[in-house]
């Protein structure tokens, strides 16, 4: 079984100043993992996805994640963030070919502050 | 626009109701994925369809079910409906094979009353 921690269910942050969501996974298995992010009234886009091969993930919008095997972590950070990226984020995991059967975190609620 | 497309786009029912919501899959897709998401809460799954088949399934009881079409659009039917049923329900598509992305709709937002 897998479960993902979202350690932080709301972060505001100043535009233009940097932000790190953190997200930790646990599992048994060997697992890849993602994060989405939703917009009000809408379903869900992908940032970002570790698959395997280097541990540092660049997505689009300017995110990037690093995966740590050792501390289970996968959080997601942004060097200067805007308005636009006010949203909720979630971090998910699932199981190599398994069609992508997520198992999500609860949620990080960014806000950003003109 | 991710070529997944879910119907109806908001829905109210009441509670003990049957209620059926549909997905069309991004063309080509060959698994449909459906997820509940709470208020408030990240996405649960539901189960997935694979060539018609149910191929997986999250914590939910068996009055959660569905179908899969040939065309591989999507069903998710739920009998007896509870208050606690009310959430956004989303589908996802993808290739079962390799490490392709998954596609979400927009969702059906639910309420039973």
């Known amino acids: 079984a897998q479960s993902v921690t979202q350690l932080d269910s709301q972060v505001p942050v100043f535009e233009e100043a940097p932000v790190e969501l953190r997200c930790n996974y646990s599992?048994?298995?060997?697992?890849?993992l993602f994060w989405y992010v939703q917009y009000p009234n809408q379903g869900l886009q992908l940032l970002l996805k570790y698959l395997s091969g280097s541990t540092l993930v660049k997505g689009i919008n300017g995110f990037e994640a690093e995966f740590n095997k050792s501390q289970t972590s996968f959080h997601l950070r942004k060097p200067s963030v805007h308005i636009s990226d006010t949203a909720e984020y979630f971090c998910a995991v699932s199981q190599p070919n398994t069609g992508n059967q997520f198992y999500f975190g609860t949620g990080t609620s960014l806000t950003v502050i003109p | 626009e991710t070529g997944v497309t879910q119907s109806p786009t908001h829905l109210i029912k009441t509670r003990g109701q049957q209620v059926t919501l549909r997905c069309s899959s991004q063309?080509?897709?060959?698994?449909v994925s459906w997820y509940q998401q709470a208020l408030g809460q990240g996405p649960q799954f539901i189960f997935q369809?694979?060539?018609?088949?149910?191929?997986g399934r999250g914590n939910f009881p068996p009055r959660f079910s569905g179908l899969q079409f040939p065309n591989y659009s999507s069903e998710l039917n739920v009998n007896a409906l509870e208050l606690d049923d009310s959430a956004l329900y989303l589908c996802a598509s993808s290739w079962v094979e390799g490490n392709t992305e998954a596609f979400f709709g927009q969702g059906t937002r639910l309420t039973v009353v």
């Open positions: 599992s048994s298995v060997s697992v890849y």
């Open positions: 369809y694979y060539r018609e088949e149910e191929n």
């Open positions: 063309s080509g897709h060959n698994t």
